[in-house]
């Protein structure tokens, strides 16, 4: 496996202009306006975001866990996990290295951390069509991807390659799906804008679906940007569109 090159990357400018300003916006509401005091629309904008990472924690189970009881378990760790994050970005730390996402991994599959702490996993994985790269291969491939987010310089674009390269390694041996959304909504908390998650379960195929077609256009020719790699980067940008939109509203019914 090769690593998408961060330089094929091809975004419609305009969708990430829509999302600026309906980001700046959401600041603008907060700081110049004259029906409610900045205090109270502050307050209203904190609420909405503390309600879109209830939902996160939510959602983010609900994608992986099978039955009720892993739903509670999930929701537990994933709860435990998003106020780490929250902490970490109260104290200007972003998501920069492989320590971040292995305390990720500790928090989210506690008992997976056990019997593999701070340790990649050790046998061949496959997800759909998808045949992810061998362990021995995992720690550089990491080390690379966190290389390659480097380059890239609009947070949103860096937050969703993560995401989509991160899945491809599939690095740990249980939890990927949770610890890398939560990972991609660590970058893009720092930076400002909402987290985003998978409303329900006929969006949850959609990504699923988006996410395997990728895989399988890269793999076959890895130096070009394919239409299947543009579609997963367009959905996620889409969703943040969702949950700005979502922090908006909240903010304009309790700032009346």
């Known amino acids: 496996m090769i690593l998408l090159n961060p330089n094929l990357i091809q975004i419609d400018s305009t969708l990430l202009n829509e999302i600026e300003d309906k980001s700046k916006s959401i600041f603008r509401s907060i700081t110049f306006s004259k029906k409610k005091s900045s205090k109270n629309l502050l307050d209203s904008f904190i609420n909405s975001t503390n309600s879109l990472t209830e939902l996160l924690s939510i959602k983010n189970a609900q994608m992986e866990a099978e039955n009720e009881h892993e739903l509670k378990v999930y929701q537990r760790n994933l709860n435990k996990v998003i106020l780490y994050v929250v902490n970490e970005i109260k104290n200007e730390r972003h998501f920069e290295s492989q320590i971040q996402l292995f305390q990720i991994f500790r928090i989210v599959s506690p008992e997976a951390h056990k019997l593999h702490p701070n340790r990649y996993r050790d046998r061949l994985v496959q997800i759909g069509a998808h045949l ?125």
């Open 132 to 256: 992810c790269p061998e362990p021995e291969r995992i720690s550089g491939l990491v080390s690379n991807l966190f290389y390659n987010m480097e380059q890239i310089k609009h947070p949103l674009i860096k937050a969703i390659y993560l995401h989509h390269e991160m899945i491809r390694i599939h690095p740990f041996v249980d939890g990927n799906g949770r610890i890398t959304r939560i990972a991609k909504n660590w970058i893009l908390m720092y930076n400002l804008y909402p987290p985003i998650f998978i409303k329900d379960e006929i969006e949850k195929k959609e990504y699923i679906k988006s996410l395997s077609t990728s895989f399988i256009a890269i793999e076959k020719n890895q130096e070009v940007w394919h239409s299947e790699t543009n579609k997963f980067f367009q959905q996620e940008l889409n969703r943040v569109i969702l949950s700005i939109n979502y922090i908006l509203d909240k903010i304009a019914i309790e700032s009346k």
